[in-house]
């Protein structure tokens, strides 16, 4: 039987031709941690996020030597363990599950899609995120002349940064409306820049641009803030790309505190992401997957998003949204053979059909942007 | 090893009335000659007007089978699929559903629930607001395996006690013993609640019968050792279930076993 004899985990970093920036940093750099799994069937796997961390460097026995079809069991193994006055911990090895979710494809002979749960679209419609902030004279004039561009290119839907304060939000918002016009949808994301009452005030400014979600106005765990936005603005709040499986569905998904739920695969792996699914569609909140990496946990948040339950109603968003990341990262074009980009005729990518993810990662690629290797075996 | 999982494919299956004893067992068969066994409904309705979601297909997609059969009673099927699942990876159950926290489970008697419903709130099926119950009782037969492991995490995170009605044949004990193994402790305590199910299955029982196990309850410690073999880790006795039988329907291709 199958069994898993190594992990690696690759840190990359690749520099920037320009840097960019958003409401709380700069950035003149990209990051990665790639998880690659092997197995003494000669197939490998890779995931994108954590790795199991310490625990797993103290316990290589909690993934070495078992059959990556144990993959709850060692999901579960990994969280650290009740202690005191805590419950068990959450996940801490999203990109290990996503790797060996690959490896059971691979070894089944069938797209991760078809054994994560019923698949009810092979295409699904992306959002556009990009946007930030750079070294322009006139910013309002840099991100509507971007914003054209990305219209052009076919995107149904835009995302970009606020956060500046609250007079150079409204005009770089305005700005931005007017250049792509009514027919695009357009989201905001302030990054956690504002405190409650900032944000009410704001908000209600900002109402008039229709726009489909408002992510992150305030920190994603102030929950009294979220209670009271949500019922002081009519603009659809959306948050929680760093929280774990076990926080989202405590603390946004039963209450509905948000109105879109953004967990990454990065934290939450298939496994947790795949009960995300589950108790969005019983409790109708919107997922929409934030995704900021290489194209391997594009292709990972393809095969979930083909089986993410539909919602129902007529005027909710198209369900299968999720993050398309087009903002510079040398790391996208370099790691892995495939591209996903979106069709410009429906502004949608088709989920991968190989085995596993369907994707084949770069070797040179992932040497060559290295900055630090980790082996467990 | 990769060309057999890869090639694994149901051909048939066959659902067995037994209708003495109010329960029905499926049979699912695959091209590489494993049989998969589950008692309760199989989706019966739908999958004779459309044999294809479930014929041809791995066993591995058990999870995408679950929601396409959805709303239709499908819980005996899933059971079988996921008793194949294990039998193709030579892996008990509880070793793929989950991680397995204990290998015992205390077999609870229906007294004891008596008691219990005087004093906790008790509900049979998911609740619409969950801190409206204390303690969850659904059959694997009815929820499938694949919903039971939802439930699980849903109960946990809620703080909800499991403690699963069983009736049925040692299949559905089997499959629940399995899931029991998986339900994380409620707390951190020495002794915290149990985990443990209602247990139906007397001695004279004639379901009890239908497999070579007895699974007997232990009188020293009152529990039910989870099953070691591969997949639900359950033989059915063929002659038994004919001695049972009061009708049985078939799908596909079902290679005839010497009864």
Known sequence: MIRITGVKVHTLTGRLR?????????????????????????????????????????????????????????????????????????????????????????ALDKPVCRILGRQYRQRVQPYCTALYRKDWPDLAAGLAAEARAWKAKGFQVLKMKIGYGPGLDVEIV????????????????????????????????????????????????????????????????????????????????????????????????????????????????????????????????????????????????PAGAFELDQTENPLRAAVVKQTFEIDPLDGCIQVPTRPGLGIDVVREAVQEYRTELLTIS | MKAMLSSLSITGIRAHRLDGIGVTVIEVHTGAGLVGWGDGPWGGEVLRRHPGLVLGRSPFEAESIFDELSPEPRGGLDMALWDLMGKALGKPVCELFGKPYRRRVLAGEPEDYAALRGSLRVAESVPAAWDLVDLLRPDVGAVGLTGARRISYACWLNDVRLAPHCAGTPIRLAATLHWLASVPPLTNALNPPPVFFEYTLGEQSPAGRLTKEPFQADHSDGCVAVPEGAGLGVEVDRQVLASLRTGQITLGVVREARA
């Open chain 1, 174 to 317: 305005r700005a931005v409306r007017q250049a792509i016009g009514e027919d695009v949808g357009l989201a905001v994301d302030a990054n956690c820049a504002y405190d409650d009452g900032a944000a009410v005030a704001l908000g209600r400014r900002l109402e008039e641009f229709n726009l489909m979600w408002w992510e992150e106005p305030i920190w994603a765990d102030d929950l009294a803030g979220y209670a009271r936005l949500r019922k002081a603005l009519k603009i659809p709040l959306a948050s929680g790309e760093t929280m774990s499986p076990d926080w989202l569905i405590k603390n946004y998904i039963q209450p509905r505190l948000v109105d879109i739920v953004q967990p990454d695969l990065d934290i939450v792996g298939l496994t947790g992401g795949r009960n995300l699914s589950h108790f969005c569609r019983l409790n109708q909140v919107r997922l929409i997957p934030h995704n900021w990496g290489t194209p391997i946990g594009t292709a990972a948040t393809l095969h979930w998003m083909s089986c993410l339950p539909p919602m129902p109603g007529p005027a909710a968003t």
């Open chain 1, 18 to 106: 320009q840097r960019f920036g958003w409401s709380v940093n700069w950035t003149d750099t990209r990051t990665a941690t790639l998880v690659e799994v092997a197995t003494d069937a000669g197939l490998t796997g890779w995931g994108e996020g954590g790795y199991g961390g310490e625990r797993l460097r103290r316990n290589p026995e909690l993934v070495i030597g078992r059959s990556p079809f144990e993959v709850e069991g060692i999901f579960e193994d990994l969280r650290s363990p009740a202690q005191a006055q805590q419950r068990m911990g959450p996940p801490t090895s999203a990109g290990l599950d996503v790797a060996l979710w690959d490896i059971m494809g691979q």
